[in-house]
């Protein structure tokens, strides 16, 4: 909603998102123990995910660092895509295939995509990657 700052800090005042992070979720729920979500969460939220970055794509935006700690959830357990820090607009509708492309390696390491390290480029594919990574 605004950015203020001082002489030392900058302060982002966001909404507040009261279900937390999806990492969160899965961390206190045992999900990392196991190596396992319920399925029913599991389809739920990818396809929350899908749709989203759907949308973004639709609009020639690569998010580049989709993880669970930047999928908020809403306290219905709707999600919110937040930090889109290294987000990059990549083209348009009429854009070729060629100019739907970036070179520029960012994102969490964990969840980088292979094609991003290769440094030849790389497109909205790379947050399909984080997505089923």
């Known amino acids: 909603f605004a950015a203020l700052q001082d002489d030392n800090h900058l302060y982002l005042l966001t909404e507040f998102i009261q279900g937390g992070d999806l990492y969160f979720l899965m961390k206190n729920s045992g999900m990392f123990e196991y190596s396992i979500l319920p399925v029913f969460l599991a389809k739920t939220y990818s396809a929350c995910l ?14 580049r660092d989709l993880k669970p700690e930047n999928v908020m959830l809403t306290a ?30 960012v994102g969490t390491p964990e969840y980088i995509a292979p094609e991003a390290l290769l440094g030849s480029g790389y497109g909205f594919s790379v947050d399909v990657w984080s997505l089923v990574a």
């Open 50 to 63: 899908v749709c989203a970055l759907t949308f973004l794509h639709e609009q020639g935006v690569v998010f």
């Open 76 to 105: 219905t357990g709707h999600v919110k895509l937040v930090d889109f820090g290294i987000a990059k607009q990549i083209g348009n509708k009429d854009s070729s295939e060629m100019d739907k492309r970036t070179f520029t390696i």
